[in-house]
């Protein structure tokens, strides 16, 4: 199984990642990730992370994923991406970003996670 990225480093507004270049957003999944553009299916703080942000993780075998709400919880999460994640067999975690990255980073070590990082608001 390849492994997620670990996430080395966050503060606000910048994240670094193994083998990644430095950034803002992430999507991370194992062997692998880039910048979490929202402009790609539309998402934006209301009304949260849709369902087709989250397809990606379905396709690449993920079993657990992490979304984060960002440092100041801003960031919503429709129902709907929750329960597609969860109707696929996947475990879903929704936390702030800072405890998001730990729950990502521990389980990164054993499972095939994926997750959606926001580093401001």
């Given at each position: 199984m390849d492994r997620a990225p670990r996430i080395?480093?966050?503060?606000?507004?910048?994240?670094?990642v193994e083998g990644l270049r430095p950034g803002?957003?992430?999507r991370?999944?194992?062997?692998?990730?880039?910048a979490w553009d929202w402009s790609e299916h539309g998402t934006s703080h209301e009304p949260g992370i849709r369902p087709d942000e989250v397809r990606e993780f379905l396709e690449r075998g993920c079993t657990t994923v992490v979304l984060s709400r960002g440092m100041?919880?801003?960031?919503?999460?429709?129902?709907?991406?929750?329960?597609?994640l969860e109707d696929g067999g996947v475990r879903?975690?929704?936390?702030e970003t800072t405890e998001a990255v730990r729950l990502y980073n521990r389980l990164a070590e054993?499972?095939?996670?994926?997750?959606l990082f926001h580093s401001t608001c």
């Open positions: 080395t480093q966050i503060s606000w507004g910048r994240m670094e803002k957003d992430f991370l999944y194992p062997g692998g990730g880039r100041e919880l801003r960031l919503n999460v429709m129902p709907e991406t929750v329960k597609l879903v975690h929704v936390e054993t499972e095939a996670v994926g997750g």
